[in-house]
């Protein structure tokens, strides 16, 4: 499974040259059990050379470098042996030692390999430390439980290859991942959460139910094609976006997939970001000499497009707020490695729109974006979900953000304010802001309890002014207005990935490729179906008939697999009758016979109002 290293925040230290924020108690168990894989390893292979082992969001791991090929046989041997140095209660033991001891301390554990280089990556002047378990010896700038026996709830999970360093040119490592949690309870539910979650792999399920596929071959790595189910799902969210943002007051626009260079550099995103854009078309328009062709770029953000919709037309201040949305597709040029199912792809749908206003109105608008954000959640479920605010530091103002002390203090209280106020869950991290303003990222957990992270809501107080956008305020004066973007919906890719694993592919009916299907009992029948399915179309709703001839438990058993909301049998008695006899997928039973007008209202209800699967 993915797993990141947990990014350098504050300075906390060193372990193998790696910089670490301050460990959490749960992160400092997961590194101990790191120290603990890398004593058994040492063990059983001695002659390993060991690199690094940090924890990770979901654990730990240690990368070695072993000529043995390990297998999962070996994993069991190795999880056997960190239980024994745990139950050898081995206390974890700080030395600080001078550049010169600590060369020689790793030549006296022969792991010169890699250990001497990750000791080079200690600047001059940060302390140097080790830490002893037993007879492990370890380059670490720590923190560790006390003692080994605090790791008891942990497991090996996995073999994988990996870089030194991350880098292709280094040697290929083997990396043992594994997780810790403080009690047996907690691993368990862990464990029966990844079961459960493997299950539910939006690519598993999205090939089953027929709703994206990628070609590799003849479209490209990382460029979904949406088949018509998965398509229905698109437009059934785009439904909710217009007309959640059409409520709020937002207007529509639409803009081309390419721009010119003079856009990009403008935005800044050219040269920082050229790496992660597509490279670029040289186009020289017909009669032109080559030397007048002009550069386009594929779009990596919707942004820079919207600054010239906002520009095309003077403004002033009554114009404002002027919330511009759009779905845009955007193209970004992720490394092939990174790609991976719907979570990251190289073209991606964005429930996109921008918000300009004055400084005035942005603690409304700025609420108001966040209600839409709780306003989602409600209807797809999300129980738990915590915003991640990302603020600046003072100290470097002009270096990594933009020099506007004032700005940056009076926006970061109005965001603080709005947050507690309105009693959203936040955390509010210092030194992570982005270049141009103050960010919220918007992590959520679906109902198996997987962490999904889906949008991000920024200020901007930077851009507008690169593109010289301005308002006429009431004193005549011209002025930058401040600008949120905001995308409570994420992308198409990632949103719909979520939900597929969210639901475990049981959309709710509004959102279900496949609303009703209709199962005519025998052939004679279907003539009758289709005349019941087109009147469900003319409500809008997707309703198929099954014109298989196998018999009706064939018929449920297909629906089902195919996580069809509801099927309705009809039977030439209830033909006769003018009812119909209804299967819900939720319950699982035939729910009862209804009079066939009365169920298609109960349908429509159940659509128009967005239900969560109850019926
Ligand atoms: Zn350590
Ligand atoms: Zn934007």
Redo the contacts with the bound molecule.
């Keep these: 499974m993915p797993q990141k290293i947990l990014p350098p925040g504050g300075r906390n230290g060193y372990?193998g040259g790696l910089l670490m924020k301050k460990m959490t108690p749960l992160e400092e168990l997961r590194?101990s059990s790191a120290?603990v894989l890398g004593a058994a390893v040492r063990r059983l292979f001695p002659q390993a050379q060991l690199d690094i082992g940090p924890p990770t969001d979901t654990g730990f791991y240690y990368d070695f470098d072993v000529d043995h090929k390990f297998t999962p046989e070996d994993l069991e041997k190795i999880e056997k042996e960190m239980r024994r140095i745990a139950g050898e209660n081995q206390k974890f033991e700080r030395i600080e030692v001078s550049r010169e001891e600590a060369k020689k301390l790793i030549e006296g554990t022969g792991q010169t390999k890699y250990k001497l280089g990750r000791l080079a990556d200690i600047p001059e002047g940060e302390a140097i430390s080790f830490?002893k378990n037993g007879e492990f010896l370890?380059l670490?700038a720590?923190t560790?439980v006390p003692a080994t026996s605090k790791i008891n709830a942990f497991k090996l999970l996995s073999i994988a290859g990996a870089y030194h360093r991350g880098d292709e040119k280094n040697a290929q490592l083997q990396r043992i991942y594994g997780t810790a949690f403080p009690n047996q309870k907690e691993l368990d539910e862990w464990l029966k959460m990844i079961e459960e979650a493997k299950k539910r792999d939006h690519r598993k399920i999205g090939h089953e139910m027929g709703l994206f596929a990628m070609d590799a071959e003849f479209v490209g790595p990382g460029l979904p094609l949406w088949l018509p189910k998965g398509t229905a799902i698109i437009e059934a969210l785009e439904d909710l976006a217009k007309e959640t943002e059409f409520q709020a007051g937002y207007v529509r626009v639409k803009t081309p997939h390419i721009a010119k260079e003079i856009m990009y550099k403008t935005s800044g995103h050219l040269p920082y970001y050229a790496e992660s854009m597509f490279p670029p078309m040289e186009l020289a328009e017909k009669g032109e000499a080559e030397a007048e062709s002009e550069k386009y770029y594929l779009k990596a953000m919707n942004c820079p497009h919207h600054h010239r919709v906002y520009a095309a037309s003077p403004k002033s201040y009554r114009d404002l707020p002027l919330r511009l949305a759009e779905y845009g597709c955007c193209y970004r040029y992720e490394q092939s490695g990174e790609l991976m199912g719907l979570m990251r792809v190289r073209s991606l749908n964005m429930n996109d729109a921008h918000i300009y206003c004055t400084p005035e109105q942005f603690a409304t608008e700025f609420n108001a974006v966040n209600e839409m954000y709780l306003k989602y959640f409600k209807i797809f479920g999300i129980d738990k979900y915590v915003m991640r605010f990302s603020t600046h530091d003072p100290a470097k103002l002009g270096q990594k953000f933009v020099n506007e002390p004032e700005l940056w203090k009076q926006t970061e209280d109005m965001v603080r304010d709005v947050l507690v106020k309105s009693g959203i869950n936040f955390v509010e991290v210092a030194n992570e802001a982005a270049f141009y303003g103050p960010k919220i990222d918007v992590q959520v957990w679906s109902v198996i309890g997987k962490e999904f992270t889906l949008a991000t809501n920024q200020v901007d107080f930077a851009v507008p002014k690169r593109f010289g956008l301005t308002y006429t305020d009431s004193d005549n004066g011209a002025k930058t207005p401040l600008c949120i973007h905001r995308a409570p919906l994420g992308t198409h890719e990632r949103f719909i990935g979520f939900l597929i694993e969210h639901f475990g592919g049981n959309f709710p009916t509004w959102l279900a490729p496949e609303q009703a299907r209709l199962l005519p009992i025998n052939d004679e029948l279907i003539p009758f179906a289709q005349e019941l399915a087109a009147q469900l179309r003319a409500d809008g709703v997707r309703a198929t008939v099954d014109t298989h001839s196998d018999k009706l438990g064939a018929k449920i058993r297909r629906g089902e697999t195919d996580k069809v909301p509801h099927m309705l049998v009809l039977g030439a008695k209830e033909k006769e009758a003018g009812v119909v006899a209804a299967r819900s997928r939720v319950n699982k039973t035939m729910e009862g016979t209804f009079p066939f007008a009365q169920w298609r209202e109960m349908l429509k209800t159940e659509i128009t109002t967005r239900a969560l699967p109850v019926r």
Excluded: E, S
């Design positions: 372990f590194h120290h830490y370890d670490c720590g560790h």
